[in-house]
């Protein structure tokens, strides 16, 4: 059983949006801080973002600032990463994975969704 699934890439025009989402299986996830990652072919896994545990702040890497949106829907156990403005330089593999603080290591990696971004 895997802890985390991501779910809700595809293929999108430059420009475009998508969402994702990230589900738990055995635990709650309002209870982690929850960060989204990327991996793109050939390249390190690189942070997005990070929701943090308690107040909700949110972290993202430079690249995504004011394009990406990292938010919780706790009835659902689901945190979203809402993608506006979709680049080239998007297309990646996507993850999610739970840690107690945005600052320290993350476990229960999900699978991935892939996100294309091409004309």
């Known amino acids: 059983q895997v802890p985390l699934v991501e779910s809700g890439g595809g293929l999108v025009q430059p420009g475009g949006s998508l969402r994702l989402s990230c589900t738990a299986s055995?635990?709650?996830?309002?209870?982690?801080?929850i960060g989204w990652f990327r991996q793109a072919p050939g390249k390190e896994r690189e942070g997005v973002s990070c929701?943090?545990?308690?107040?909700?702040?949110?972290y993202y890497t430079d690249s995504v600032k004011g394009r990406f949106t990292s938010y919780r829907d706790n009835a659902k156990n689901t945190v979203y990463l809402q993608m506006d403005s979709l680049k080239v330089e998007d297309t990646a593999l996507y993850y999610c994975?739970?840690?107690?603080?945005?600052?320290?290591?993350?476990?229960?990696w999900g699978q991935g969704t892939q996100v294309t971004v091409s004309s």
């Open positions: 994975a739970r840690s107690d603080l945005c600052s320290d290591p993350f476990d229960s």
């Open positions: 055995g635990f709650t996830l309002d209870d982690y801080a």
């Open positions: 929701i943090s545990f308690g107040d909700d702040s949110t």
